[in-house]
């Protein structure tokens, strides 16, 4: 009888310590880390499109970072796309910003 109560006993014990749980912080995926530009003349001529449709769009000068705003693509590419344009005729300097020629 005195085994009966000491495995009883046991069994409350191991109820009452409830493995603990635990908690994981999820965080919201980030753009850290950097992509290379490829600097081809497929993918100049890409951005070049994408500073144009984002020139166009706008009807207006626009700076370097607001072409990339609004092009969703970032400052090398928006310059690597200017250049191209730059060498074509199709967009000036105006004051700081570039504008359709």
């Known amino acids: 009888m ?3 109560k000491a ?8 109820k009452a ?9 999820k965080t919201a995926a980030t753009k850290t880390a950097k992509t ?5 003349a497929e993918n100049a001529g890409f951005k070049a499109g994408d500073v144009y449709n984002a ?5 207006k000068a626009l700076s ?5 705003k609004a092009a969703k693509i970032n400052n090398e590419e928006v310059i690597l796309g200017a250049g191209w344009l730059l060498k074509e005729g199709k967009i000036k300097d105006a004051e700081g910003k570039i504008v359709l020629a």
Do not use: M
């Open 55 to 59: 020139l166009a769009a706008a009807g």
């Open 7 to 14: 495995t009883k006993a046991a069994a409350t014990t191991k």
């Open 17 to 25: 310590a409830a493995p603990k749980k635990e908690t994981v912080k």
């Open 36 to 40: 290379a530009l490829v600097i081809n």
């Open 64 to 68: 370097v970072a607001e072409i990339a």
């Open 2 to 4: 005195a085994e009966k």
